[in-house]
């Protein structure tokens, strides 16, 4: 497009930029729309190659907003709104964050040194009443012993396992040598 021709249009569009926009507001459904196509298109002519042979200004002009003016609502589908982004913003992340896993895995570590420690049958008892979550009765029948056994034992391990865990517990992360606790 020659230097004469960009003049041309640039000068119609600044002649009759009201008709232009109110035109391009019927057509798109949206005033504030329509002036950001408009505004657009008047700099997109100055990017217009010199081979653009334009029969119609008006229509050349037009057909320049509108495709600026469907890029843009093209361009908005695919963007998320600050309310949008708000909301996500306020999901609350239910992971534990990490410092929380390396202390629950330094606690599991520590029970199962704790349960080692613990005679065969007491630790069998434990992780049947514990983990399995059986019932007294029923643990008392798979190792051939009476359920006051079990009982007895059950809170012997429990005891051992949360003093144990307390010592461990207290040494990683309670007072430092010299600290005083509070």
């Given at each position: 497009?020659t230097?004469?021709r960009r003049?041309?249009?640039?000068?119609?569009?600044?002649a009759?930029?009201?008709?232009?926009?109110?035109?391009?507001?019927?057509?798109?459904g949206?005033?504030?729309?329509a002036?950001?196509?408009?505004?657009?298109?008047?700099l997109r002519?100055?990017?217009a190659t010199?081979?653009?042979e334009v029969?119609?200004?008006k229509?050349?002009?037009?057909?320049?907003a509108?495709?600026v003016?469907?890029?843009?609502m093209?361009?908005?589908?695919?963007r998320?709104?600050?309310s949008?982004?708000?909301d996500l913003l306020d999901v609350v992340?239910?992971?534990p964050?990490?410092?929380?896993?390396?202390?629950?895995?330094?606690e599991v570590?520590?029970l199962?040194?704790?349960l080692?420690?613990?005679s065969?049958?007491q630790r069998?008892i434990?992780?049947?009443a514990v983990v399995?979550e059986?019932p007294?009765r029923?643990?008392?029948?798979?190792?051939g012993i009476?359920?006051?056994?079990?009982?007895i034992?059950l809170?012997?391990?429990?005891?051992?396992?949360?003093?144990?865990?307390?010592?461990?517990l207290?040494?990683?992360?309670?007072?430092?040598?010299g600290?005083?606790?509070?």
């Open positions: 497009m230097h004469t003049n041309a249009l640039h000068g119609m569009v600044l009759d930029y009201h008709g232009l926009s109110k035109q391009l507001a019927r057509t798109l949206s005033t504030d729309l002036h950001e196509a408009l505004h657009d298109a008047f002519l100055d990017r010199e081979t653009t029969k119609s200004p229509a050349y002009l037009f057909r320049i509108i495709n003016a469907r890029d843009r093209r361009a908005r589908r695919h998320v709104s600050t949008e982004i708000d992340d239910e992971a964050d990490p410092s929380r896993v390396v202390e629950a895995r330094l570590e520590a199962k040194d704790a080692m420690e613990l065969p049958r069998q434990f992780l049947a399995e059986l007294h029923e643990i008392a029948k798979r190792l009476n359920a006051r056994t079990v009982q034992d809170t012997h391990a429990l005891k051992f396992c949360a003093v144990r865990l307390k010592r461990k207290i040494r990683r992360f309670g007072p430092r040598p600290e005083t606790s509070t």
